[in-house]
């Protein structure tokens, strides 16, 4: 196997797996554990995957994304504790709900004993509170995507454009102190911002890994936020960067 072989193998097992340890790998290759350092370092110069303690993770782009289906088996602990961001909610009486696996924990967390509003894009999170007592739900129309399974196109954020939102809880493919909010597919991206310019208050929802990720559409800066949820991976000390920029950032 030479090098650009090998190099698209730790590539896919990034992409399949969702991270990838160097000694893992040097294992799989047969390699030295510093040609897998070599071949991490170069695909994370060429933005295909983001070093880590011990290994790398896919970095998702135009050309990648992870699947819904991929997401519910990731940091779900991490994730889960997340979902403390329904306490956030506030005196709010309508929510937006983001697509996404976190979003979807936030969602079912929210109280069940006071009326709701919840408009999401996700036909996952439309169908978790369906049946909820107090909560109506208003679900967007337009085109599915099939890897996430929540509506785009216009026909979603022409109705997103129509409200006036208390509170957005939004997810994002990567955040970055420099480059704010991203993601890789141009049509979720209008239909965040369009739920972002709709809202009065926006909270970001997702776990360490996001952070420093850049995808390929941006669609909001940090600033843009009052809290940042995400879990204890994120170092204290990047946090306390994130909030200079304006959001309480909260560790769970």
């Known amino acids: 196997m030479d090098t650009e072989e090998r190099r698209r193998g730790i590539l896919d097992t990034a992409r399949r797996d969702g991270v990838v340890g160097v000694n893992a790998l040097a294992d799989r290759f047969k390699v030295a554990k510093e040609t897998v350092r070599r071949d ?3 695909l994370e110069e060429h933005g295909l995957v983001r070093r880590t303690h011990g290994g790398a993770c896919p970095v998702e782009s135009a050309g990648f994304e992870t699947t819904l289906a991929v997401r519910t088996t990731r940091n779900v602990p991490q994730k889960s504790r997340i979902a403390a961001a329904a306490d956030l909610l506030g005196d709010a009486e309508t929510v937006f709900v ?15 004993d006071r009326p709701l509003t ?3 894009a996700s036909l996952p999170v439309a169908t978790s509170l369906a049946g909820v007592e107090n909560t109506s739900v208003l679900l967007l129309g337009g085109r599915v995507r099939g890897s996430t399974m929540a509506t785009v196109d216009h ?8 409200f006036v939102i208390d509170l957005a809880y939004l997810g994002a493919n990567g ?34 890994s996001k952070f420093g990720a850049v995808s390929f ?8 936020f009052e809290a940042i949820v995400t879990d204890a991976g994120l170092p204290s000390a990047e946090a306390q960067r994130y909030s200079l920029l304006g959001p309480q950032v909260i560790r769970v």
Do not use: N
Request: net charge positive; proline share 6%.
């Open 40 to 42: 991490l370092h170069v």
């Open 175 to 208: 955040i970055s102190r420099e480059y704010g909010l991203t993601t890789p597919d141009p049509a979720v991206a209008e239909v965040k911002a369009q739920a972002l310019r709709s809202s009065r208050r926006r909270v970001f929802v997702g776990i360490h």
């Open 98 to 112: 983001d697509e996404g696996f976190t979003p979807q924990l936030v969602a079912e967390a929210l109280p069940q």
């Open 118 to 120: 919840v408009v999401t």
């Open 155 to 162: 026909w979603a954020s022409r109705m997103l454009a129509g």
């Open 217 to 224: 559409c941006r669609f909001a800066g940090v600033a843009d």
